[in-house]
């Protein structure tokens, strides 16, 4: 624990405090300072230990610290490089009494904003409903900071905004007891207000322009201790739900700009096909057209509204030249990945009474599927743009957008909405680089839509990918355990490229997706020589991107329903295999937790069966136990579910508890029936009508999600639940039908 630092004036405000020096930040620490403002507005900055807090220059980015400490996943690469522009964020409380803060994250569905609140309002002592979150424009400067993706949200934001949000509190409260005429020491906050001893308070609000003149506080301005915490780790239901289920919150679709039209593209046959020609004149005389534009992806049909657009680009004539992939199917797809992982070499000879499993596995590419299809606003003139879109990659939108029209980047101001839903495809920019497209070419605003179609057929998709894995054993122990991955390559050209592409990784000769797989993925259990290999092979029209996550789905399914066939071999108890061949207590403590709760080793009827996984990544533990009814083994059903999950510090449990019930349902989607074929260059599913994702049929009639107590700081959450549920529901239908399925999903 520290009290406030002895100042040193800067052109831009003083520093106040240096907070206690938080675990996994090594020989640094946060310090925070005052920004000029009118109103009370504060910063933090990260720094090497004794170093003076000093305000940097708006224009000026401080040079990235080198880690101190190994990293463990990519979520610490992002969690590190974010840290040198945190003093670019600010948090301002106003006039209004509301304490606003603008967030370099998306809100994609996963519940980061009210993260965001809980954080703020536990150390102001305000009430979350004062708090205002808002998605930050895109801003250069911000760099990897404005980066959503790989669990990385909360890690990064919750020790700088603990720092901002108890460095406005004790000026806050410095100012209040000039006012009030007594010790500062005597005073209380609540309620986003400051409370006198005899009774009088004054709101935020009222002191935020005494609280900005503050330079030193007159109270410690460091953050709470954990046993002091009455909002974080408690359950809070989502600031935001109200408004997402009365249609109140607003999307990017739900923009209107004055003499703006609507644009539908219509799209080839094929993945990545190309205009031939196109004929449109009876479509230009369609009631509401008012211009048709051809694109690299296809041929923009815009009209005045949704419908009219629809309807006309239904009737437009164009031919096609086949997309580059246009004699590739699903078989070519397995062979050439099959191929990649014969290469691996065979187990050691351990000699007489060896025990050898050598197994395949195929995973089915995956459609991203967000509730909101794409959708994006543009403006384009001749000097500027002006985009609305939900990109992940805040500077990336700019980025693409000023390449597509020719612009300088500065010229493009890039607003960052909220998102219906993402799960890795709001990465790309594809829709947003369309709309401006559009709006250079026809001269107004266009709002363009993407159809579920569109979706399915012409985005993104996980990738499909081959497993082998060798594994051999002797007396009675598992000796070597090698698993061996090749995929379709993930495109990562966007902030995880912009990451693995900077100086931190320069010396890594590898390939992106390479890098990502290495530091992402795992073998939780002592298993003798243990390897693991990933490779990614570009094939022509197959477009990719990370799915709630990269690899984690397909690798962690694959490696358990080994992990019960060696437990089968070696005669002993799945669970208990596992809990013996677990390398940490984490890992150990959730597996023990759903076994207990799910009732393992119950018995169970003809055609039923329980099954298993654990999964550990971004430090973070979970564990899964289902029960599954596969007395009809084309139409399996998950009937109970139980989740332990240990995130080191649950900001919001009930939160932890919605992703980890969102990460099942992908589970069970993308094993037992959901996946895309590749038929000639071209996807052959086009909306849930054959993209079978789960229904609220196929829900668990049961699902149980326990939240461990706290182990430490906060892990990630976003990214964890699918490979867990995944593997458990492969090996609860490998068990309930007395087969080895090696094909996903099992209907494909």
């Given at each position: 624990?520290?009290?406030?630092?002895?100042?040193?004036?800067?052109?831009?405000?003083?520093?106040?405090?240096?907070?206690?020096?938080?675990?996994?930040?090594?020989?640094?620490?946060?310090?925070?300072?005052?920004?000029?403002?009118?109103?009370?507005?504060?910063?933090?900055?990260?720094?090497?230990?004794?170093?003076?807090?000093?305000?940097?220059?708006?224009?000026?980015?401080?040079?990235?610290?080198?880690?101190?400490?190994?990293?463990?996943?990519?979520?610490?690469?992002?969690?590190?490089?974010?840290?040198?522009?945190?003093?670019?964020?600010?948090?301002?409380?106003?006039?209004?009494?509301?304490?606003?803060?603008?967030?370099?994250?998306?809100?994609?569905?996963?519940?980061?904003?009210?993260?965001?609140?809980?954080?703020?309002?536990?150390?102001?002592?305000?009430?979350?409903?004062?708090?205002?979150?808002?998605?930050?424009?895109?801003?250069?400067?911000?760099?990897?900071?404005?980066?959503?993706?790989?669990?990385?949200?909360?890690?990064?934001?919750?020790?700088?905004?603990?720092?901002?949000?108890?460095?406005?509190?004790?000026?806050?409260?410095?100012?209040?007891?000039?006012?009030?005429?007594?010790?500062?020491?005597?005073?209380?906050?609540?309620?986003?207000?400051?409370?006198?001893?005899?009774?009088?308070?004054?709101?935020?609000?009222?002191?935020?322009?005494?609280?900005?003149?503050?330079?030193?506080?007159?109270?410690?301005?460091?953050?709470?201790?954990?046993?002091?915490?009455?909002?974080?780790?408690?359950?809070?239901?989502?600031?935001?739900?109200?408004?997402?289920?009365?249609?109140?919150?607003?999307?990017?679709?739900?923009?209107?700009?004055p003499g703006s039209v609507v644009a539908v593209v219509v799209r080839p046959p094929t993945v990545d096909g190309k205009v031939a020609a196109f004929d449109d004149a009876s479509v230009r005389a369609l009631p509401g057209v008012s211009d048709v534009v051809e694109l690299p992806t296809g041929?923009?049909?815009?009209?005045?509204?949704?419908?009219?657009?629809?309807?006309?680009?239904?009737?437009?004539?164009?031919?096609?030249?086949?997309?580059?992939?246009?004699?590739?199917?699903?078989?070519?797809?397995?062979?050439?990945?099959?191929?990649?992982?014969?290469?691996?070499?065979?187990?050691?000879?351990?000699?007489?009474?060896?025990?050898?499993?050598?197994?395949?596995?195929?995973?089915?590419?995956?459609?991203?599927?967000?509730?909101?299809?794409?959708?994006?606003?543009?403006?384009?003139?001749?000097?500027?743009?002006?985009?609305?879109?939900?990109?992940?990659?805040?500077?990336?939108?700019?980025?693409?957008?000023?390449?597509?029209?020719?612009?300088?980047?500065?010229?493009?101001?890039?607003?960052?909405?909220?998102?219906?839903?993402?799960?890795?495809?709001?990465?790309?920019?594809?829709?947003?680089?369309?709309?401006?497209?559009?709006?250079?070419?026809?001269?107004?605003?266009?709002?363009?839509?993407?159809?579920?179609?569109?979706?399915?057929?012409?985005?993104?998709?996980?990738?499909?990918?081959?497993?082998?894995?060798?594994?051999?054993?002797?007396?009675?122990?598992?000796?070597?355990?090698?698993?061996?991955?090749?995929?379709?390559?993930?495109?990562?050209?966007?902030?995880?490229?912009?990451?693995?592409?900077?100086?931190?990784?320069?010396?890594?000769?590898?390939?992106?997706?390479?890098?990502?797989?290495?530091?992402?993925?795992?073998?939780?259990?002592?298993?003798?020589?243990?390897?693991?290999?990933?490779?990614?092979?570009?094939?022509?029209?197959?477009?990719?991107?990370?799915?709630?996550?990269?690899?984690?789905?397909?690798?962690?399914?694959?490696?358990?329903?080994?992990?019960?066939?060696?437990?089968?071999?070696?005669?002993?108890?799945?669970?208990?295999?596992?809990?013996?061949?677990?390398?940490?207590?984490?890992?150990?403590?959730?597996?023990?937790?759903?076994?207990?709760?799910?009732?393992?080793?119950?018995?169970?009827?003809?055609?039923?069966?329980?099954?298993?996984?654990?999964?550990?990544?971004?430090?973070?533990?979970?564990?899964?136990?289902?029960?599954?009814?596969?007395?009809?083994?084309?139409?399996?059903?998950?009937?109970?579910?139980?989740?332990?999950?240990?995130?080191?510090?649950?900001?919001?449990?009930?939160?932890?508890?919605?992703?980890?019930?969102?990460?099942?349902?992908?589970?069970?989607?993308?094993?037992?029936?959901?996946?895309?074929?590749?038929?000639?260059?071209?996807?052959?599913?086009?909306?849930?009508?054959?993209?079978?994702?789960?229904?609220q049929r196929h829900s668990p009639l049961e699902t149980k999600v326990f939240v461990m107590p706290p182990t430490g700081d906060p892990g990630g959450v976003g990214e964890l639940g699918v490979p867990v549920a995944a593997g458990a529901v492969a090996t609860a239908y490998a068990r309930a039908?007395?087969?080895?399925?090696?094909?996903?999903?099992?209907?494909?």
């Amino acid at each position: 624990m520290v009290t406030p630092a002895t100042p040193e004036e800067t052109a831009e405000g003083a520093a106040v405090a240096e907070p206690e020096q938080a675990s996994g930040v090594g020989r640094r620490r946060f310090l925070t300072y005052l920004m000029a403002a009118p109103t009370l507005t504060v910063a933090a900055q990260l720094v090497p230990e004794g170093e003076v807090a000093a305000a940097a220059a708006k224009s000026q980015i401080p040079v990235p610290l080198p880690p101190l400490e190994p990293m463990v996943d990519f979520a610490d690469a992002v969690t590190m490089l974010a840290m040198p522009t945190m003093p670019l964020m600010r948090l301002e409380i106003a006039a209004n009494n509301k304490v606003r803060f603008e967030m370099p994250r998306l809100e994609v569905g996963q519940g980061i904003n009210t993260s965001v609140v809980m954080m703020i309002a536990e150390e102001m002592d305000a009430k979350p409903s004062d708090v205002v979150v808002e998605i930050s424009d895109a801003r250069p400067e911000l760099f990897i900071n404005h980066f959503t993706g790989f669990s990385s949200g909360v890690r990064a934001l919750w020790q700088p905004l603990a720092s901002m949000a108890a460095a406005a509190r004790s000026r806050l409260v410095t100012a209040a007891g000039k006012r009030f005429g007594v010790p500062a020491t005597d005073l209380t906050v609540s309620d986003t207000a400051v409370h006198a001893p005899d009774g009088r308070e004054l709101s935020f609000g009222e002191l935020a322009k005494d609280a900005a003149k503050v330079t030193v506080p007159a109270v410690p301005a460091r953050p709470k201790k954990t046993e002091q915490h009455k909002v974080l780790g408690k359950p809070m239901n989502r600031v935001d739900a109200r408004g997402m289920v009365t249609g109140a919150t607003k999307y990017v679709g739900d923009i209107k700009i004055p003499g703006s039209v609507v644009a539908v593209v219509v799209r080839p046959p094929t993945v990545d096909g190309k205009v031939a020609a196109f004929d449109d004149a009876s479509v230009r005389a369609l009631p509401g057209v008012s211009d048709v534009v051809e694109l690299p992806t296809g041929v923009a049909v815009c009209a005045e509204n949704t419908w009219q657009a629809l309807e006309a680009a239904k009737k437009l004539h164009v031919s096609w030249v086949p997309g580059p992939g246009a004699r590739t199917s699903d078989t070519d797809i397995k062979a050439t990945l099959n191929e990649k992982t014969g290469s691996m070499m065979d187990t050691l000879d351990l000699g007489d009474g060896e025990g050898k499993i050598d197994a395949s596995f195929d995973f089915a590419g995956v459609s991203h599927s967000p509730m909101e299809v794409s959708y994006a606003v543009a403006d384009v003139r001749r000097d500027r743009a002006e985009v609305w879109y939900p990109g992940q990659v805040g500077m990336g939108v700019q980025v693409d957008v000023a390449k597509a029209v020719g612009l300088p980047q500065p010229a493009v101001t890039a607003h960052i909405t909220r998102a219906g839903g993402s799960f890795g495809a709001r990465g790309f920019n594809d829709a947003v680089v369309e709309a401006a497209r559009v709006s250079k070419a026809v001269g107004k605003p266009v709002k363009l839509m993407w159809t579920r179609n569109d979706e399915t057929r012409h985005g993104r998709m996980r990738p499909p990918t081959h497993h082998r894995i060798i594994a051999s054993y002797r007396g009675g122990k598992v000796r070597s355990f090698q698993q061996k991955m090749s995929g379709v390559m993930v495109d990562l050209s966007h902030g995880a490229g912009i990451v693995l592409t900077s100086e931190i990784f320069s010396a890594i000769n590898k390939p992106v997706d390479e890098i990502v797989f290495y530091i992402s993925q795992n073998v939780p259990y002592e298993f003798g020589l243990v390897t693991i290999d990933g490779k990614g092979e570009r094939i022509p029209g197959v477009k990719t991107a990370e799915w709630r996550g990269v690899h984690g789905g397909s690798f962690r399914a694959a490696q358990e329903l080994i992990v019960d066939e060696l437990a089968a071999k070696l005669g002993k108890d799945p669970l208990k295999f596992r809990m013996d061949s677990l390398k940490t207590d984490r890992a150990k403590a959730v597996l023990k937790k759903v076994g207990v709760e799910g009732g393992w080793g119950r018995s169970m009827p003809q055609g039923w069966a329980q099954g298993l996984a654990v999964h550990e990544e971004h430090r973070s533990s979970s564990a899964c136990l289902v029960e599954i009814n596969a007395t009809d083994p084309e139409n399996p059903r998950v009937t109970k579910a139980f989740v332990a999950v240990d995130v080191g510090r649950a900001i919001n449990p009930r939160g932890v508890e919605a992703q980890m019930q969102g990460g099942l349902i992908d589970g069970i989607s993308t094993i037992l029936q959901a996946g895309l074929h590749f038929d000639n260059g071209a996807v052959r599913e086009g909306s849930f009508s054959d993209f079978k994702w789960a229904r609220q049929r196929h829900s668990p009639l049961e699902t149980k999600v326990f939240v461990m107590p706290p182990t430490g700081d906060p892990g990630g959450v976003g990214e964890l639940g699918v490979p867990v549920a995944a593997g458990a529901v492969a090996t609860a239908y490998a068990r309930a039908t007395g087969t080895q399925p090696r094909s996903f999903p099992i209907n494909f």
